[in-house]
């Protein structure tokens, strides 16, 4: 153990601390000398094959055999409810979602038992976790005693679907177009508003992305597309790129029909390009242009094609071509009764318009982009609008109203949570505050982008360090 401290710390969790099984491992390695400690940690990866490799072949010395004694002396429903824990497949879960899984609310009782037999651990007030021997052995028996498998796969995935659909309507009101109706709070999960719908989104993070990966294994078409689509915002305000453009992927893995590969290659694209990886992105956008005939009327998604095109363009500083697709998208939607489609081609065509020199004529579009976004109550198109507005003021030499609306944009920024847009605007208020010769300004806004990109591990922060070298 000495000579593999760090393979002995592995072993003695992934024998969930149990005397037991830390002796049988003890026993394997003493009758084994030649099986290192870390090739003993590897076979104990296997979870199918843990609990066999944890039986010396007497019943005495067989940690399953043991665990079913403690199983076995349950109550059906407490027995019940540890089968179906051992399915879910997120780190730990909570009282709600506990509840859900065995169908009413009485589902208080149930934990106290499986926790005063010590096959729960309560490990935060209301949330509950195995340790990884048990979630093993809990998952052995639901897949020997449960009758419907399958109906309980769906049955978690429908839990966390319809509960982010609420989070999403708490994140985003105004969606395509449309002002969606505040879920009371009655309906789980028992939001109050946009900042508990945040806290609940940490709370489950963790636990929503391995769903997703849950869904896509069991082939859960349906709900792996709408926990994606409602997770995008959120990962995107906090900042989890990567993981974004995770979730899409899986969406895409499992997608059934044209019409929702396009909406999904959409969103990846997006997603990619906010990551730097342009190449990608753009492969992903041509793989969606590709389908586009098939794309119904009234559909969204060559708009959102277009956008996509804009904003890879913009990154590789090819503002004509931006423009040229932010003229098609404004060409689609401009006859359209949907304002938040509008609001965003008109944004897309002055921003290309400021980028290409012509602020003057950015300036009007912004301005009635930034009008339709607050009629619509669409904060988060309010702040990409402020952005625009800003960076227009900057080029027509109005530092003053530049700084304004990019400070209004950050209020927002911070009020949502988007941590990369925060770092942007950041970015941006330095750079206006050091064309005004300002340096104390710039550097400090600059700092405070640097730290945040750098949190993110986001390609952009390399710029705003290279700014900071410049000035100091």
Not at 70 to 79: D, I, K, T
Not at 225 to 231: G, H, I, T
Not at 297 to 325: F, I, K, N, T
């Amino acid at each position: 153990m000495d000579a593999e401290p760090e393979a002995a710390a592995q072993l003695v969790e992934q024998c969930a601390r149990l005397p037991l099984a830390l002796s049988i491992v003890a026993a394997r390695a003493a009758n084994q000398p030649n099986l290192s400690l870390s090739r003993l940690t590897e076979q104990l990866r296997n979870e199918r094959e843990r609990l066999d490799l944890l039986d010396l072949g007497e019943r005495d010395l067989d940690v399953r055999a043991v665990l079913s004694w403690s199983y076995q002396v349950l109550s059906e429903p407490a027995a019940r409810l540890f089968r179906l824990l051992g399915v879910h497949p997120g780190p730990d879960i909570d009282r709600l979602a506990c509840s859900a899984l065995v169908g009413d609310g009485k589902v208080g009782p149930l934990l106290t038992t499986l926790t005063a037999a010590h096959l729960l651990e309560e490990h935060q007030p209301g949330r509950y976790r195995f340790h990884d021997l048990l979630r093993v052995y809990a998952k052995e028996c639901a897949e020997r005693d449960e009758p419907d498998l399958n109906a309980v796969k769906v049955s978690i995935t429908d839990f966390y679907a319809k509960a982010m659909t609420v989070a999403d309507r708490h994140l985003l009101p105004c969606r395509d177009g449309q002002i969606r109706p505040t879920p009371p709070r009655s309906m789980p999960p028992h939001l109050s508003g946009y900042q508990d719908a945040m806290a609940w989104l940490s709370r489950e993070n963790a636990t929503l992305l391995a769903v997703i990966d849950f869904a896509t294994r069991n082939k859960l078409a349906g709900h792996v597309r709408c926990l994606a689509r409602a997770l995008d915002i959120f990962l995107g305000r906090s900042g989890q790129l990567h993981e974004r453009a995770a979730v899409h992927r899986r969406a895409l893995e499992v997608a059934t029909d044209d019409h929702g590969r396009l909406a999904i290659l959409a969103a990846l694209a997006r997603a990619l390009a906010r990551l730097g990886r342009i190449e990608e992105s753009t492969i992903v956008l041509d793989e969606a242009t590709e389908l586009l005939p098939q794309a119904g009327g009234g559909c969204s998604c060559p708009v959102a094609v277009h956008h996509g095109y804009v904003l890879v363009y913009e990154l590789q500083q090819r503002y004509s071509d931006a423009l040229r697709h932010a003229l098609r998208a404004w060409e689609l939607t401009r006859d359209q009764p949907n304002l938040e489609r509008q609001a965003d081609a008109l944004n897309a065509v002055a921003r290309q318009r400021a980028l290409l020199g012509f602020p003057a004529e950015a300036l009007p579009l912004v301005e009635r982009a930034l009008r339709l976004y607050r009629e619509l109550g669409h904060t988060e198109g309010e702040a990409t609008a402020l952005s625009t507005l800003g960076y227009t003021h900057k080029q027509l030499r109005q530092y003053g109203r530049s700084i304004a609306a990019h400070k209004q944009s950050l209020a927002i920024d911070r009020k949502l949570g988007s941590r990369y847009w925060e770092a942007h605007t950041l970015a941006q208020i330095g750079d206006v505050y050091a064309l005004r010769s300002a340096h104390d300004k710039a550097l400090t806004a600059w700092r405070q982008a640097a730290v945040i990109f750098d949190d993110l591990h986001h390609p952009e922060g390399e710029s705003v360090r290279e700014k900071l070298v410049l000035l100091t």
